[in-house]
């Protein structure tokens, strides 16, 4: 079973422009939340994503869309998901998130250093804004406990991201 340190190595060590995003990355900023999974935001181009792709098999990881471009999955806008076959982690490569583009997320990103690996890890606000564009039900909860833990003030998400609410019939 592959190990978070692992994950983190390949990643890190692929060669691709990316940010760790999602709850997974949230505890860079001490969020006790946890997952068994991680979720990177690649910068969509197939040669980074390409890399990615490739640091993740060497692991012996296998991905869902093996037989698929890179090229094709940044332009069906398809996450590649790999699983381990001898159930640890599993790792979510997105090239488009709901909330922020990946310029905007890589121009604000911070590089941490976890158990001696750099990784780069898009903002907390970026974090939460991805959660809230996404609109998923179970993403309230993990808002909600984001902010719970880690005591940032949050407003509304700016209008490019927020859900428009449909006119009232008179």
């Known amino acids: 079973m592959l190990t978070y340190l692992e994950i983190l190595r390949a990643m890190s060590g692929a060669g691709a422009d990316y940010a760790w ?9 001490g969020s006790t939340l946890s997952s068994m999974d991680f979720d990177f935001f690649i910068r969509p181009e197939a040669a980074h994503l390409d890399r990615a792709r490739t640091a993740f098999r060497e692991l012996g990881m296998i991905g869902l869309h093996s037989r ?9 806008e398809v996450t590649e998901m790999f699983t381990d076959p001898n159930g640890g982690p599993s790792v979510d490569l997105l ?5 922020p583009s990946f310029a905007t997320v890589w121009r604000n ?18 974090i939460i804004e991805s959660k809230q564009a996404a609109g998923r039900a179970k993403d309230i909860y993990t808002i ?10 949050l407003k509304e998400a700016p209008a490019k991201y927020a859900t428009r609410k449909k006119a009232r019939r008179k």
């Open 21 to 29: 995003i999602g709850v997974s990355a949230a505890g860079v900023y």
């Open 68 to 76: 698929v471009s890179s090229d094709n999955l940044i332009l069906m």
């Open 95 to 99: 090239t488009r998130i709901s909330g």
């Open 109 to 126: 990103h911070e590089v941490h250093t976890f158990q001696g690996v750099q990784m780069c890890v898009a903002s907390l606000r970026h």
């Open 144 to 153: 909600k406990r984001l902010i719970d833990d880690l005591g940032i003030e």
